[in-house]
Nanobody, 122 residues
Framework: QVQLVESGGGLVQPGGSLRLSCAAS????????MSWYRQAPGKERELVAY????????NYADSVKGRFTISRDNPKNTVYLQMNTLKPEDTAVYYC???????????????WGQGTQVTVSS
């Protein structure tokens, strides 16, 4: 079965950095488009970034462009999210997902990890 295990969250001051990791198993990782989502309290889950199977194409939400970088290591079945210049509004639970792209749009797959909490606060 598909398992996605996120790690790397924590408490960080505004302007700080964190690197999230997501270890995947039970799927053919090197053909999956991988993504990161986040969900803040009282808000809907939103797509933060995705990366295509070979890593050749990435896409970011406007709110994180220039601050976050998604990457992947296919031999390690792991996707990363480097988050720099963090803001209080980045506070959320972050989830990774294995989905697909159709007609230029990303569609989430049905499997989710448990998420990792990121809190940006002084």
């Amino acid at each position: 079965q598909v398992q996605l295990v996120e790690s790397g969250g924590g408490l960080v001051q505004p302007g700080g950095s964190l690197r999230l990791s997501c270890a995947a198993s039970g799927l053919t990782f090197n053909i999956a488009t991988m993504s990161w989502y986040r969900q803040a309290p009282g808000k809907e889950r939103e797509l933060v970034a995705y990366i295509t199977s070979g890593g050749g194409s990435t896409n970011y939400a406007d709110s994180v462009k220039g601050r976050f970088t998604i990457s992947r290591d296919n031999p390690k079945n792991t996707v990363y999210l480097q988050m720099n210049t963090l803001k209080p509004e980045d506070t959320a639970v972050y989830y990774c997902n294995a989905g697909s792209i159709r007609s230029g749009n990303y569609y989430a797959g049905r499997y989710w990890g448990q998420g990792t909490q990121v809190t940006v606060s002084s």
